[in-house]
C-alpha cells in the first residue's frame, strides 16, 4: 500500500526592515507579497507622500507614514532550521 506525500505549498516570503525617522527602533516584518511588489508599494507611497501599507505573514496590516521612513531593507526569507543535521 503507498501512501501518498502531502503537497507543501512554497510560498515565498519577504523580510522588509523598516527605520523609522526620529527612533532608535526598527520595525521587522515578514510578508507574502514578493520583493517587486514591496518595493513598488513603498516607491509609490514615497513618491505620493502617502502612507505605506504591508500585510505580514500572520495577516496584520502595518501603516508607516511615507515621511517618517528613513531607510528600507528588503530580502528573501529563509526557513529556519532546527536541529544540528545538514
Known sequence: MATAKASVKSTSR???KIGI???THEIN???VSTQ???IAKVNEAIKSSSVLSLSDSKGRELL?????IS????GESIDRRV????
Open 71 to 74: 531607510y528600507i531593507e528588503i
Open 14 to 16: 519577504t523580510e522588509v
Open 29 to 31: 516584518i515578514e510578508c
Open 83 to 86: 536541529g544540528f543535521a545538514n
Open 64 to 68: 508607516v507614514p511615507a515621511n517618517k
Open 21 to 23: 525617522s526620529d527612533s
Open 36 to 38: 517587486s511588489e514591496v
